[in-house]
């Protein structure tokens, strides 16, 4: 290449190299303008976000404080329901023991109950019953041989008939 060539190429190169830079400053304005414009709208809600900020930071303290105290509250009335469980517990399981044993003593009266019961049975069918069965079984033996006593001798025709026939 001839020093005439590459005079022409540098010289393309610096024109687009100066057209590049111009563009650029060009945005870079255009960006300040934006950004003052900007500026320009946020300045006056720069004291409302700064005062919106100082009472959310008191409403955090003031929320920290009662979530301690709620912490504080919770722990002691978990504390305080363990305490009240175990209480019951321990009533329920002697109320529950209580219970098993007077189960077993009433069924143990019960059954003592029952076996006087069935002796006292036993003793009168013995003592009473069977001495009245006796004297009813005597009674009626007396009071058949005093019917048959008290027959005259040989029955009668009719009474003999009325006999056959009934066997018969």
Do not use: W, Y
Not at 12 to 18: C, G, R
């Amino acid at each position: 290449m001839d020093d005439h060539t590459l005079l022409i190429v540098l010289t393309i190169f610096v024109i687009v190299s100066a057209v590049a830079l111009l563009i650029q400053a060009c945005m870079l304005i255009g960006l300040l303008v934006v950004a003052r414009r900007l500026q320009e709208k946020i300045m006056p809600l720069i004291p409302q976000v700064e005062g919106v900020v100082g009472v959310t930071r008191r409403i955090v303290e003031r929320v920290e404080k009662h979530v301690e105290q709620i912490g504080t509250s919770t722990s002691a009335i978990l504390e305080t329901t363990k305490q009240q469980l175990g209480r019951v517990d321990e009533l329920l399981t002697d109320a529950t023991t209580r219970a098993k044993v007077q189960m077993e003593r009433a069924e143990m009266v019960l059954d003592d109950t029952m076996t006087r019961v069935q002796q006292t049975v036993s003793s009168v069918q013995s003592g009473v019953l069977r001495p009245i069965r006796e004297v009813h079984g005597i009674l009626a033996g007396i009071r058949t041989a005093l019917a048959h006593l008290g027959r005259a001798g040989r029955p009668t025709v009719d009474h003999a008939t009325s006999d056959e026939e009934m066997f018969i």
